[in-house]
C-alpha cells in the first residue's frame, strides 16, 4: 500500500493498546494516518468544478457516494453545520475525524468505492481504489481502526475547532 496505511494504522493500534487511553489530538500517529488518508484519497482525484467554479475534492466525493448509495450520513450533516469550516479540504478533514471517532471510517469509505463506475467518474486509473486489490487492503487496514477509541475535538457541537 503507498503511504506505508499498515504501518501507521499497526503503530497507532499499539499505542492505543499500551496506553489504555482514548487516541487525541496529540498523537503523531493520528496526524500521520489523517495525512495518509488524505493523500490516498487527493491522489488521482479528477479535477472537478461546482456550478460556481469552485475546486471540488474528495469531500465532495465522499457526498456523492454516500448520496448515491442512499446513505444518509449523520457525519456529512454534522460537517455541513459547522459554520467555520468553508473550504472542502477543511470539511474532508473533519468528515475523517468524525468518522474515526465514530468508527465509522471503513464502513463509510467501503460505501463510497463500492461502485467502481461511479469511482472512476471521480479519479483517475491509478488512484488506488479503483484497483480491486489495493482497495481491499485500504478498507482492511481501515476496519482495524474499529477497535481503537479516538477523543477528537470538535467532533461534538459543544467542541471547538482545532482544524
Known amino acids: 500500500l503507498p503511504c506505508s496505511l499498515p504501518d501507521t494504522v499497526g503503530d497507532l493500534k499499539q499505542n492505543y493498546k499500551e496506553r489504555r487511553l482514548p487516541v487525541t489530538d496529540g498523537s503523531r500517529e493520528l496526524h500521520g494516518l489523517c495525512?495518509?488518508?488524505?493523500?490516498?484519497?487527493?491522489?488521482?482525484?479528477?479535477?472537478?468544478?461546482?456550478?460556481?467554479?469552485?475546486?471540488?475534492?474528495y469531500w465532495d466525493f465522499l457526498c456523492h457516494g454516500l448520496a448515491s448509495r442512499r446513505q444518509g450520513h449523520e457525519?456529512?450533516?454534522?460537517?455541513?453545520?459547522?459554520?467555520?469550516?468553508?473550504?472542502?479540504?477543511?470539511?474532508?478533514r473533519a468528515f475523517i475525524r468524525y468518522c474515526l471517532v465514530h468508527r465509522q471510517l471503513a464502513e463509510t469509505l467501503q460505501l463510497c468505492v463500492l461502485d467502481p463506475q461511479m469511482t472512476s467518474e471521480w479519479y483517475y486509473a491509478r488512484s488506488p481504489f479503483l484497483h480491486q486489490q489495493l482497495r481491499a487492503d485500504i478498507l482492511a487496514c481501515l476496519y482495524e481502526l474499529d477497535g481503537v477509541t479516538f477523543h477528537l475535538g470538535a467532533m461534538h457541537p459543544s467542541s471547538p475547532l482545532p482544524l
Open 35 to 57: 495525512a495518509q488518508l488524505e493523500f490516498l484519497l487527493q491522489f488521482d482525484l479528477k479535477e472537478k468544478r461546482s456550478f460556481f467554479g469552485q475546486r471540488r475534492d
Open 75 to 92: 457525519g456529512v450533516r454534522f460537517v455541513s453545520s459547522l459554520e467555520k469550516l468553508r473550504t472542502p479540504v477543511g470539511k474532508g
